[in-house]
């Protein structure tokens, strides 16, 4: 697929600028900011020819400029691919923004291929430079930093034992269905067990607490010894399948069905090993050992204290903001760590970007811990805003938090809980409907993407006024 550049600009394009036909201001700054830094189109660009040998030759696709803000575009109104693809083609202004002009619009799967082309690394590159950009225009100096983490869920149905067995017989099943429309003599012998495994699942979901002491155990003997014979034959039929295949291109759609069968199979023991352990051993098997989704097995149990939601299923993400509200660092963690671990890598990462420690950096008492108070004062943090978690409190300690300075840099911090309220709302952060835990990460930096360059475009509009100090 070649990556050249659209044609030139059509009559209709002239005319619809002679007639003054504009973006709407914010799309104008950051269109206007975009043209300004060619090396952020130029990251997108590395990965769409990213594998390709003659990158110049083929089919045209989607340019590294119209990914780029098209993805920035689909962040900002939270639009699906369908949606963004039909508001781009429908209005000139937002065709203009996109870089289509009046060029036709592709279907909504040309920007689900051209999106899938960026990698983690990249994106994070992208809200680097930009952040950067900001701190040479003079939008940002770093003087002051908030953290705080949050999670984003992913797109799974809440895990139980029972779901998930089932999840493994029909989805197995279905697999084994398509692969024998290529090699019909490999699936003969196939059991068709998604009846029965069903039954046995809405069975165990409709036990009430009574009945479960008695009943339950026998229903999941019966649903594991169902999905352990369902995945013994899946795996008898994946391998005898590329004997069966005929033509060659049959045999090349055997194999890529066969290794999808061999993972899920993998999985499935998982799913099946836990069960065993937990309904019937009576073991409590660690958080970490579970396997919570076939479809997104990256995803993390986390558990915060909250009573509205006292498990969530995705990942923790750290979030540090800074006075003008950028977004200069974002991490997805792996499992469930302390916050407080999170303290000295974002000092880190906040001298590297503005090379020195903030006057300010505030979080809540998940962050503090003694060691960290002084690391940051040993930094140069003028003030550490950090509320003591648990125990009694020094003299100097209890005073330290009444004062003025730190209940200032409290009202302060509370300000990135307003930052993680408009990504999940206003950018569509909540939860990632996309596969894999590399998507799972460029969809987290995109929503960061957007609203970074929302509040450049705010703050290039608004110039900042300086308040006159009282004599």
Known sequence: MGRRPIAQVSFADLEFRAQGVALEPTLRAIADFLDAHGDLVALVH????????????????????????????????????????????????????????????????????????????????????????????????????????????????????????????????????????????????????????????????????????????????DLLAVTAEVVAAARTVAAQAPAAAGDPLAATLVAGLGAEIDALCALA?????????????????????????????????????????????????????????????????????????????????????????????????GFHSPAHVQALAAAGVTTVCLPQRGGAKTPERAAHEQSRAFKCGQRFRAGIEGRISVLFRGRGMKRCRLEGRDRFEVFVGLAVLANNLLRIAELQKKPRVRRQRAA
Do not use: C
Not at 61 to 77: E, I, N, W, Y
């Open 46 to 221: 590395q990965d769409l020819v990213r594998g390709l040998r003659q990158p110049a030759r083929g089919r045209p696709g989607l340019t590294a400029v119209q990914v780029l803000r098209a993805f920035v575009l689909q962040r900002v109104k939270d639009w699906d691919l369908r949606e963004l693809r039909a508001r781009i083609a429908d209005g000139y202004t937002l065709r203009r923004f996109a870089g289509f002009d009046s060029h036709r619009v592709p279907g909504h799967d040309a920007f689900h291929r051209g999106f899938t082309r960026l990698r983690p690394a990249t994106v994070r590159a992208l809200n680097d430079a930009v952040v950067q950009a900001a701190v040479a225009g003079g939008l940002e100096d770093g003087s002051k930093l908030r953290v705080d983490t949050t999670v984003v869920g992913t797109d799974i149905h809440f895990p139980t034992d029972s779901a998930l067995l089932w999840d493994v017989v029909r989805v197995l099943t279905r697999l084994v269905g398509r692969l024998g429309e290529h090699a019909p003599a490999a699936t003969a012998g196939f059991p068709d067990r998604t009846r029965r495994a069903r039954r046995r699942m809405q069975e165990i979901h409709r036990l009430a607490p009574a009945q479960r002491a008695r009943q339950q155990r026998r229903k999941y003997q």
């Open 269 to 365: 023991d998982r799913v099946l090993d836990q069960t065993r352990r937990r309904v019937l051993q009576g073991e409590e098997v660690p958080v970490g050992e579970k396997l919570f989704s076939l479809f997104e097995p990256h995803t993390d149990l986390i558990v915060r204290g909250k009573a509205r939601t006292p498990v969530e299923f995705g990942h923790k993400v750290f979030l540090a903001e800074s006075g003008r509200g950028l977004i200069t660092e974002y991490r997805v963690l792996d499992g469930n760590p302390a916050d407080e671990a999170q303290v000295p890598p974002s000092l880190t990462h906040h001298v590297r970007t503005f090379g020195r420690a903030p006057a300010l950096y505030a979080g809540d008492r």
